[in-house]
C-alpha cells in the first residue's frame, strides 16, 4: 500500500522565573492512503483520522558544578493517555516513568 504521512509539531514554553517553565506540546499526524485501483498515473489520496497528541509539563533545570554538565527535572501529563510521567536528563542521558508503570530509557548520540 502507498500512503503518504504529514505531521506538525507544536511548542510553546512559557518562562516562569529562574530555570522552571510551563512547556505546552502538541502533534497532530495524518495519513494520506492511496485509493485502490485508480488506474490513474497520479493515484488519487484518502486521508485517515488524524491521531492527535497534547501534554502539558512543568520542567526544572538544575546547574551543575560545570558549564557542560546540567540536570533537567520535567513533570508532566499525557492529556491522550490520562497518565503523569516523570522525566529525569543530565546532559546526554534521559529517563522516563510513567503512572501506568511505562519506563524508557534514551541516550543521545
Not at 512547556?23 to 488524524?50: M, W, Y
Not at 497518565?83 to 542521558?93: M, P
Not at 510513567?98 to 530509557?105: A, E, I, R
Request: glycine share 8%.
Amino acid at each position: 500500500k502507498r500512503f503518504l504521512k504529514a505531521s506538525s509539531h507544536l511548542k510553546k514554553r512559557f518562562p516562569l522565573g529562574g530555570s522552571t517553565s510551563l512547556n505546552l506540546r502538541g502533534d497532530c499526524i495524518a495519513k494520506l492512503h492511496a485509493a485502490e485501483g485508480s488506474g490513474s498515473a497520479v493515484p488519487t489520496f484518502a486521508i485517515q483520522t488524524p491521531e492527535l497528541t497534547a501534554r502539558a509539563e512543568l520542567s526544572h533545570k538544575i546547574l551543575a558544578g560545570t558549564s557542560t554538565q546540567d540536570f533537567q527535572i520535567r513533570v508532566g501529563y499525557e492529556l491522550n493517555e490520562n497518565e503523569l510521567y516523570v522525566t529525569a536528563r543530565e546532559n546526554r542521558i534521559s529517563m522516563r516513568i510513567s503512572s501506568s508503570g511505562k519506563w524508557h530509557m534514551l541516550y543521545d548520540l
